[in-house]
Structure formats: structure tokens, C-alpha cells
């Protein structure tokens, strides 16, 4: 049984920094893409950012650029995203997910097979 489980998400305010964990179970992990996505609400989900198998390839959404970072410990199946400089409208659910095809990089929420519970993130004015 494959699981993601999230976790790091709270109460921050503006200007405040979090990092969200996401350890994968159940499925090889270093042969795939990594990504985090976010809800908030009223809204479609949507891309924040992608890191590949080996780490050295990562891609963020225009809003998150310079303010969050993408990266992963494959020695312990664990993908993070480090949040600094957090504004309210990074108010989401946060939701890590991984790849469903091997060496493939991606962007898009078809591309991804396998998803956690999410995590909620709320930065307050």
C-alpha cells in the first residue's frame, strides 16, 4: 500500500516561514518525481513546485519563485518544501505527491499517480 504523509503545515503569520515534510511508503522513491501542489478555497488545485529523482532538477510555480524551496532525502523517502517569506495568499492545502512514470519529470496533476491527505497552511495579515 503506497501512503504520503504530510505533515509541518499550521498557523503562521505573514512573513513567517514553514517546512512541510511528505515521507512516501509503500512505493519505490527514488526513481520518481516529486511535487507539492496546493489547494485553497473556492479554488482548483494548483502546482507549486516539482523536484526529479535525483534532486538536481526542480521547477516552481511564478508565485512561490525565490520564496519557497524544493528538495528531497532520498536515503529516507522524503520529500520537503522550506516556505520562507509566506504572504496570506499561500493560504492552502498542501498536498505532496509523487510521479507515476519513472525518470519523467513533471508538472501537471496527470502526471502524478500517487497523493497524500494534504496539509492545511494558513498565514494570517
Known sequence: QVQLVESGGGLVQAGGSLRLSCAVSGRAFTIYTMGWFRQAPGKERAFVAAINWGGVRTDYADSVKGRFTISRTNAENTVYLQMNSLKPEDTAVYY???????????????????????????VSS
Not at 97 to 111: L, S
Open 96 to 122: 505532496c505527491a509523487q510521479g507515476n512514470v519513472p525518470y519523467r519529470f513533471a508538472k501537471t496533476m496527470g502526471e502524478y499517480a500517487y497523493w497524500g491527505q494534504g496539509t492545511q497552511v494558513t
